[in-house]
């Protein structure tokens, strides 16, 4: 089985030996994969549809896996008990959702030793949340797929919260910019690039929000620039 680019990195985060679930997992590209290379031995694969999952239980039983894996159809961790796992994939989705996802079941998302999680969209809030939920983020990658740079984010509940020195830190992760982050600069460019267009289709426009969206805008683009290595 290949992987792309953004599954190989994530399957890469996964620690050696552990129990994992994958939550939302789709085909079961990842857990699969794993386990065929004897990096597991054990995974729970989840779902909140049907049809995904059946996708997964298809992929499982093509690679003679049923009985290293525990199929689960719901929500997000709330289909987890507490210490049944080690690691928690949860990839492809809004770092909105993946909050919401975490606080629904606290007792497992506080348990487990690493949550290794990929969002698509809100990645800004996604940060926040864990910095201010007691979440600690040991680490972030940034992989590209195509002309897309997706960033991986790896958490542990420390109980502990997190202060930013800048708000530009829930933007970019600091982790990023400690390991210096090959695609760093270009990610931080692609940030840079999208506040200049927002600049560019208010100009000249007035009206109840628009100056302070120039100003926010204006802002970003100053302290994103700062932290380019």
Excluded: W
Excluded at 43 to 65: F, H, M, Q, T
Excluded at 145 to 150: A, M, P, S, V, W
Excluded at 160 to 165: F, G
Aim: hydrophobic share 40%.
């Amino acid at each position: 089985m290949k992987l792309t680019d953004r599954l190989l990195k994530i399957a890469s985060l996964v620690t050696k030996g552990k129990r994992v679930a994958d939550i939302g997992t789709d085909h079961g590209y990842i857990p699969v994969y794993l386990l065929n290379k004897g990096f597991i031995d054990f995974a729970i694969l989840a779902d909140v549809n049907k049809g995904p999952l059946e996708n997964a239980r298809g992929e499982v039983r093509n690679n003679n896996l049923l009985k290293k894996v525990d199929l689960r159809l719901g929500s997000g961790i709330e289909v987890l008990e507490k210490n049944e796992v080690d690691e928690v994939i949860i990839a492809g989705m809004g770092g909105i959702l993946i909050s919401e996802l975490l606080q629904a079941k606290t007792e497992v998302a506080h348990s487990v030793e690493k949550l290794i999680l990929q969002p698509m969209q809100a990645q800004r809030e996604l940060r926040k949340y864990l910095l201010n939920n007691g979440y600690e983020i040991m680490d972030e990658v940034l992989v590209k797929e195509d002309f897309r740079i997706y960033e991986i984010i790896i958490a542990k509940y420390t109980g502990k919260n997190t202060l930013v020195e800048s708000e530009v830190f829930y933007e970019v992760g600091k982790k990023l910019i400690e390991n210096k982050d090959v695609l760093l600069n270009e990610f931080i460019d692609k940030k840079i690039f999208m506040y200049n267009s927002i600049l560019s289709k208010i100009e000249g426009k007035s009206g109840e929000g628009i100056a302070k969206k120039i100003e926010d805008s204006k802002f970003a683009i100053n302290e994103l620039e700062k932290i380019k290595l």
